[in-house]
């Protein structure tokens, strides 16, 4: 067994209380955990700052030092309201030091007169400048503190595992494991990876990450680790690659037949950009070369990627082949099947579609004539994946809008013939280089860089909540030219209920605004039936409705050309991502159209940064880049939101560019050598391998 498998309860200071609580709190339960919870950042704990010098702005939300005498100590209040606070001061000011909880403890330790040293977060109150649950410590042990240079890592915590052991506690448990485990730490990279891209060793790259000795050392230890989790990731992301391109046979698609010919010269309804040409000679190439497919179809939304997908199906089925597209959401699926049944005509194409809501009859004709293989082309939602469904022989499956499946799910479909059918992945997020790299390197891309001709450029503008009237003036001249209207209400999970109501309340207004019987308006969310809801959708497609309502539930594919207004309300709460996938819904059609960001006055720097960028550029890609730069990797492996997201414990996607480079170029040199680890210098790998194994599936609503 590992020794960093070791329970923590077993370091000296742990036990099981605080054991339990490293666990609840932040996943801790073994000693390799606890090395492996790094520091987010460091502080210079050599720098030590005059009281008189501090102010909002040059120490906002950061760890400081001070220095002063104790002058006073009081404690105001009772019981749970109780407030414990120091007084102290140096020549150049004074400061409060505040404590709500452990005054019994804390109370004794202080002498008048004393000098210590404080480190903690200032805060200012009418320009009084306080501490609260500051670490302090006399002068004299504070400057014996065996200390090689000033950094000192700053650990993530909640709030309960602070109250119990506090920053120092933390620190006091990863140096005695650092101490009693420096030599049992096995380092698994081979002596010829380490040289050849410069990493220092494992124990020493731990040891310096949690207690550096100087700025240089730290860059080698995050180096080093975070050149061993992209790396970790790559080894899986490319074996898995390498096995489907050398095992894995492919069907091969050797016709172009008469389903193909007859969609091609007599119903294709526009000719295909370059981009969509170049997408398809992708998959024809791939088709035929024995290998099976896995292509990841990137387009900006509207760039025409349906077509693209539509051809791939009918080729499948010109070479005696079953072919599926699967999509998110019921709408898309249903939106999905009338586009293609519209498309293909009457050519001789059979084609069903399959979701959720399929009534039981029907479902089992469907399942009937797909296992006799009379369906050639099966439209649906997840409903697609469930084992029940099965073909008789399934060749091409295109998965619409991938950021909402993850790999297991792929997996899944892959499991529906003998041999995987060949598979398409499409998505209108873009996705920046290096996160593609991280989480799709088992894909090949195409990309639809081009959107198809005559489309006007959307004008997207921002308003603050306080001109709506102009809005609503606005909105009044689109419609009188004929036009329709979005206006997209935040859905986010946590406050699902106020989300809705304002989507009511605003609803309403809207109803109060533009009254029947000149303007018809209707809603459509989450919480409303499937039948309500693609009754609202109908009544909006059909051009019944003028002005369509609604949570994010349409963001993504919706295709209804008359729309040219996308009103986007409280957009400061939208990802840049997001709103660029909602602002794609309009620029459909000939007509010029319009995003209108709605915000309230007061902003956060980056939201307005976020709104900005969207008055900005249309491009998607561009935004991508920006909203990564703009929200830093840390977001991106973050807390705040659900789902299961990747999760990088040092690495930052948004600044570790090079790295994720040579970790996969590593890993390719290193797999075409040694396909299964089986050397005895790759053997120890495998542990890195298996660590990232579980963290493959990714979604991407989440992320971007
Ligand atoms: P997305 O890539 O967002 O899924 P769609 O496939 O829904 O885009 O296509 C958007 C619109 O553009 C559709 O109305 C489609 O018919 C149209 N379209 C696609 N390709 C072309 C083309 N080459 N020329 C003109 N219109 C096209
Ligand atoms: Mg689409």
Not at 288 to 314: E, F, H, P, Y
Not at 387 to 393: E, G, I, N, P, T
Not at 406 to 428: D, F, Y
Not at 466 to 475: C, E, H, Q, V
């Amino acid at each position: 067994m590992n020794p960093l498998d070791n329970d923590i309860k077993y370091i000296s200071g742990v036990g099981e209380v605080r054991a339990k609580l490293l666990a609840k709190e932040i996943g801790v339960k073994s000693v390799g955990d606890m090395l492996y919870h790094f520091p987010f950042r460091y502080v210079d704990r050599t720098k030590v700052y005059n009281i008189g010098e501090l102010n909002e702005a040059n120490t906002s939300g950061g760890y400081i030092q001070i220095r002063g005498r104790v002058t006073g100590k009081n404690i105001f209040g009772e019981g749970r309201n109780q407030r414990f606070v120091i007084y102290i001061a140096d020549q150049t000011g004074k400061a409060e030091l505040i404590w709500f909880r452990g005054i019994k403890w804390i109370e004794n330790k202080f002498e008048l007169g004393r000098e210590y040293l404080v480190f903690g977060r200032p805060s200012f109150y009418r320009s009084e400048l306080s501490f609260v649950h500051p670490e302090v410590e006399p002068i004299e042990v504070a400057m014996s503190r065996k200390e090689n240079c000033g950094l000192q890592g700053i650990y993530s915590t909640t709030e309960k595992l602070s109250t119990a052991m506090g920053a120092k506690g933390m620190h006091t448990i990863v140096g005695k494991i650092l101490d009693s485990y420096a030599d049992k730490i096995v380092d698994y990279m081979p002596d010829y990876l380490r040289q050849q891209y410069g990493l220092i060793p494992l124990a020493q790259a731990l040891e310096t990450i949690h207690r550096p000795t100087s700025p240089m050392a730290l860059k080698q230890a995050q180096f080093r680790l975070k050149f061993d989790e992209l790396f970790g990731i790559q080894l899986n992301i490319q074996s898995r690659r390498a096995a489907r391109t050398t095992a894995q046979a492919g069907f091969h698609f050797g016709r172009v037949g008469k389903y193909f010919n007859d969609f091609y010269n007599t119903r294709l309804p526009f000719p295909l950009t370059g981009a969509q040409k170049k997408a398809i000679k992708d998959i024809r190439a791939d088709t035929v070369s024995g290998c099976q497919m896995n292509r990841l179809l990137q387009g900006d939304v509207g760039s025409g990627k349906t077509v693209v997908a539509l051809i791939s199906m009918i080729l499948a089925v010109d070479n005696g082949f079953q072919a599926c597209i699967m999509a998110p959401t019921e709408i898309l699926a249903r939106q999905h099947y009338a586009t293609i049944v519209k498309m293909v005509g009457d050519i001789g194409l059979r084609i069903a579609v399959l979701t959720g809501t399929t009534k039981s009859k029907e479902r089992r004709e469907i399942l009937a004539a797909l296992v006799a293989g009379e369906i050639d082309i099966l439209v649906g939602t997840h409903a697609l994946i469930e084992d029940r469904v099965q073909f008789a022989s399934l060749g091409f499956v295109v998965i619409d809008e991938q950021h909402r499946f993850g790999v297991e799910q792929r997996a899944k479909l892959w499991a529906k013939n003998t041999n995987p059918p060949h598979i398409l992945v499409m998505t209108a997020t873009p996705i920046p280089r290096t996160l593609a790299m991280t989480l799709y390197g088992d894909l090949d891309v195409s990309t639809i860089d081009e959107l198809p001709p005559g489309r006007k450029p959307i004008k997207t503008v921002h308003y603050y909540d306080s001109a709506r009237l102009r809005l609503f003036g606005f909105m009044r001249e689109q419609i009188a030219q004929g036009r329709q209207i979005y206006i997209v209400y935040p859905l986010i999970k946590e406050s699902e209920k106020a989300d809705y109501a304002n989507l009511e309340q605003g609803f309403e207004a809207i109803v109060r605004d533009f009254p029947l019987p000149k303007y018809r308006v209707t809603a459509c969310h989450g919480k409303m039936k499937p039948e309500d809801k693609e009754e609202s959708m109908r009544q909006f497609k059909s051009g019944e409705a003028d002005i369509l309502v609604a949570t994010s539930v349409i963001e993504v594919g919706v295709d209804i050309p008359n729309a040219s207004v996308m009103v986007i309300e409280s957009a400061e709460r939208f990802g840049l991502a997001q709103l660029h996938q909602l602002r794609g819904r309009v620029g459909r059609g000939a007509n010029q159209s319009y995003c209108v960001l709605m915000s309230d006055e007061k902003l956060s720097k980056e939201s307005r940064a976020r709104l900005e960028a969207m008055c900005e550029t249309n491009n998607g890609f561009r935004l991508a880049e920006l909203d990564l730069q703009l929200r830093g990797a840390g977001d991106i492996n973050g807390t705040q939101q659900s789902g299961e997201i990747i999760d990088l414990k040092i690495a930052n996607l948004a600044e570790d560019n090079q790295i994720v480079q040579l970790a996969q170029q590593a890993a390719i040199a290193l797999l075409t050598a040694d396909a299964n680890l089986e050397l005895p210098q790759h053997i120890p790998l495998r542990e890195l391998r298996a660590r990232y194994t579980k963290r493959e599936s990714v979604d991407f609503s989440v992320i971007l």
